[in-house]
């Protein structure tokens, strides 16, 4: 693991990190796993985090045994439903929406003259950071548009740092997702989980939730 000092930027996960938008999209997804007649569970949620639309409708599928039941069209019309279910929710947040601890996390980096990127797999990041008025904080975000491939493959967390012009080493990720923490790792960065300890066992740091991750709780756990 690199040390405290060597690092100069922070890569940042969206959903459930900087707000809790994971229990939107958890809600839309279960919904339409349910019309389809595809049992909800736990595993399943958890495993549906930190991935993109597509993989995520697919993961819902092969769950319920149904991955060869629709046409691609089908598919895209299923994904897009999820999302206009989602983006209803999106539209009602305010700052009050951003979990604890994350504004004043941002302003000690920014003060400090951390670099800030977003590496999240979601298409309406930009529209959520604004709801949340946290848009000038990211001057650099990956657009999930551009991936090859999704988390857990470390390409997103590679981009977040280049938009930076940092090595991998001198950046920090941040994750609620397991997905995500491997992304992280394979992109050689150090990874900071946020959750339970268990789905976040690869984490190089990790803390039961956002007030807990400040610069000098970071520090302690790097050395
Ligand atoms: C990730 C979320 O940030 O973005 C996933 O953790 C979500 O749950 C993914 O599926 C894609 O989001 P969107 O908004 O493009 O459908
Ligand atoms: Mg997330």
């Known amino acids: ?110 003060d400090k003259g951390y670099l800030i990127s977003l590496a999240s797999a979601s298409k309406n990041g930009p529209t959520v950071l604004k709801q949340l008025q946290l848009t000038d904080y990211f001057p650099k975000v990956v657009d999930p548009a551009t991936l090859s491939k999704g988390k857990p493959d470390p390409e997103i967390y590679t981009k977040g740092a280049e938009l930076l012009d940092l090595a991998p080493e001198e950046c920090i990720g941040v994750e609620d997702a397991e997905a995500g923490i491997q992304a992280i790792n394979a992109a050689h960065e150090t990874s900071v989980g946020i959750g339970d300890a268990k789905t976040l066992a690869a984490a190089d740091v990790r803390f039961d939730d956002t007030a807990q991750m400040t610069l000098a709780n970071i520090e302690k756990a790097m050395g």
Do not use: C
């Not at 405290?4 to 707000?19: A, E, N, R, Y």
């Not at 929710?89 to 996390?105: R, S, Y």
């Open 1 to 110: 693991m690199a040390t405290f000092k060597q690092i100069k930027g922070f890569v940042f996960d969206l959903d459930g990190v900087i707000t809790d938008t994971s229990l939107y999209h958890t809600k839309a997804w279960r919904q339409l796993a349910e019309k389809l007649g595809v049992a909800w569970n736990k595993d399943l949620e958890e495993g549906l985090k930190g991935i993109s639309r597509m993989d995520s409708l697919e993961l819902i599928l092969k769950t319920g045994g149904k991955e060869n039941d629709y046409s691609h069209d089908e598919k895209v019309a299923l994904a897009t439903e999820k999302n206009t279910n989602y983006v209803n929710e999106i539209k009602k947040m305010t700052p009050a929406n951003i979990l604890p601890g994350i504004k004043d996390f941002l302003d000690d980096l920014r």
